[in-house]
């Protein structure tokens, strides 16, 4: 079955940089698509970044400069790389791929952006 399992969130001060990691399984990692979302209480869950099998990159308008999406189909993972932090990034973000017509998610995984 497919599983995606994220990694990376924590605390972080304005201004300061995260990584975050998708580690999926349970189906051909690089022929989809892979994508970060992210929510936040009583917001619905926005994109945040998507990225090809062919590794085409595109970004929500206020990612755009600060977060770069990756993959590493040898390690079945991808990855969110995020810079110049600011408070309203902070939320849950979330792993997502859509196989076979079916939307999966990870558990998500914590960013929280204070000082």
């Known amino acids: 079955q497919v599983q995606l399992v994220e990694s990376g969130g924590g605390l972080v001060q304005p201004g300061g940089s995260l990584r975050l990691s998708c580690a999926a399984s349970?189906?051909?990692?690089?022929?989809?698509?892979m994508s970060w979302y992210r929510q936040t209480p009583g917001k619905e869950r926005e994109l945040v970044a998507a990225?090809?099998?062919?590794?085409?990159?595109n970004y929500a308008d206020s990612m755009k400069g600060r977060f770069t999406i990756s993959r590493d189909n040898a390690k079945n993972t991808v990855y969110l790389q995020m810079n110049s932090l600011k408070p309203e990034d902070t939320a849950v973000y979330y792993c997502?791929?859509?196989?076979?017509?079916?939307?999966?998610w990870g558990q998500g995984t914590q960013v929280t952006v204070s000082s």
């Open positions: 997502s791929t859509k196989v076979w017509a079916v939307r999966y």
């Open positions: 349970g189906f051909t990692f690089n022929n989809y698509a």
């Open positions: 990225i090809s099998s062919g590794g085409n990159t």
